[in-house]
Each structure stands twice: as C-alpha cells, then as structure tokens.
C-alpha cells in the first residue's frame, strides 16, 4: 500500500519568513495530494491540493509543487504570520480510490 | 456552509465494551470516511463508503470494526469490542466524489478504560 514519509516533524520560523515542508510517496498509482491543516483540537482543514497532471498550484501565500518522476511534493507558505501556527498533513491518493494515506504531520510555529 | 457532524464529541467506555460513533455527512456527498487519530500522531485511514458498501478498508479495520449507513443520513462506526488501543479520536469525512477534497467532521473523542 501507499507510504507517505513527511518531514521535519516540527519546524518554527519568524513571521514573514518562507516555511517548507516536503513529502515523498511510494506509490507511483497515486496521483491526488491534498494538504490538510490541523489545529489544535480541532479538525484537519483542507488548505490545497494538487493532481498529479499539474506540476505547481498556487494559492495566495500558499503553493504546492509535485514530482511525481522523484514521487515527492511540496507545500511552501510564503510571508508566514502567526495563525499559520499548526500541525500540517499531506496525504496520497489514487484516483479511483478512496484509501488516502497520510503523512505523520509537520508542526509549524511561526514566532511573532 | 454545510458541515460533517458528529456525535457524541467524547465517548468514554470500559475496555469489552461496544461502542457506536455517529456521523452526518454532507447531505449531497456520496463518499463516507472514518479516520482515527492517536493522541499526537497521525491522522489514519480507517474505511470509506461509497453506495452503501465498503470500498476501501485499511489494515487497522479488522473484524472488531464496521459501519453502516442506517439510513439516509447517518453513518456509523462501530467498535464491538473496545481494547485500551482504541482510545484515539475518530474523524468522519465525506466527499462529494473520488479523490476530491475531502471535509472533516469534528471527531468523536473515544477513551477506553
């Protein structure tokens, strides 16, 4: 089955600076990467995705790469503010299959 | 904006015992998801659902789990026999297709003592 590897595991930048955070996959199938925010005590928030026919998506601060030849992508926040504070999760997915494996989780602090 | 909704928000039950965690997904998806989270770990793929039978199930999904769809709304898990390992955080999910965004209920909070 799919194995999602994410990493750091915690990261902690001062606001306005870029964080990274960066995920591989083995499943060469999978061609569905969403990341889900999480924070604390509440419910994983989906905050952008990406398929595996587009190499880059931008959303305002938020962008995501993919490489499906290296099987890894890539979540960068640019111009980081202090609500960006939370625990960050990619995931994989095939196409016509609903078992999404997720990565263990990167927790952002962004010191004021 | 609609909502997942989930029911109780903490469940605390004796180790043996069986519990029911309940769900509305978003009323015009058709995909169903249950999700576990130990405390400080990783969010895990439990099962999906999609015209009212399993589609998906993850190893973690063996014979002491199952879900249902009672009626047109709901949608439950069930644990027949709860073990101390069960005590996490269940996350339902709906989607309204395949590989598409996927909303999150608030969880059900399960402590097993």
């Known amino acids: 089955g799919e194995n999602v590897e994410q990493h750091p595991s915690t990261l902690s930048v001062q606001e306005g600076d870029s964080a990274v955070i960066k995920c591989t996959y083995s499943?060469?199938?999978?061609?569905?990467f969403p990341w889900y925010k999480q924070e604390l005590g509440k419910r994983p928030q989906l905050i952008i995705d990406?398929?595996?026919?587009?190499g880059e998506k931008k959303d305002q601060r938020i962008a995501v790469t993919l490489n499906k030849t290296a099987k890894h992508f890539s979540l960068h926040i640019t111009e980081t503010q202090p609500e960006d504070s939370a625990v960050y999760f990619c995931?994989?997915?095939?196409?016509?299959?609903?078992?999404?494996?997720f990565g263990a989780g990167t927790r952002l602090t962004v010191k004021p | 904006e609609p909502e997942v909704t989930q029911t109780p928000s903490h469940q605390v039950t004796q180790m043996g015992q069986e519990v029911i965690l309940r769900c509305v997904p978003i009323?015009?998806?058709?995909?169903f998801y249950w999700y576990r989270q130990i405390l400080g770990q990783k969010v895990e793929f439990l099962v999906s659902?999609?015209?009212?039978?399993?589609?998906?199930k993850s190893e973690i999904f063996d014979d002491q789990f199952s879900v249902e769809r009672p009626d047109g709304s709901n949608f439950t898990l069930k644990i027949r026999s709860t073990k101390l390992e069960d005590s996490a955080m269940y996350f339902c999910?709906?989607?309204?297709?395949?590989?598409?965004?996927?909303?999150f209920g608030p969880g059900t909070r399960l402590t097993v003592t």
């Open positions: 999910a709906s989607s309204p297709l395949v590989a598409q965004e996927q909303y």
């Open positions: 499943d060469s199938a999978s061609n569905y």
């Open positions: 990406i398929r595996s026919n587009v």
């Open positions: 995931a994989a997915s095939r196409a016509h299959n609903n078992d999404m494996r």
């Open positions: 009323s015009n998806h058709l995909y």
């Open positions: 659902f999609y015209n009212n039978e399993i589609s998906e």
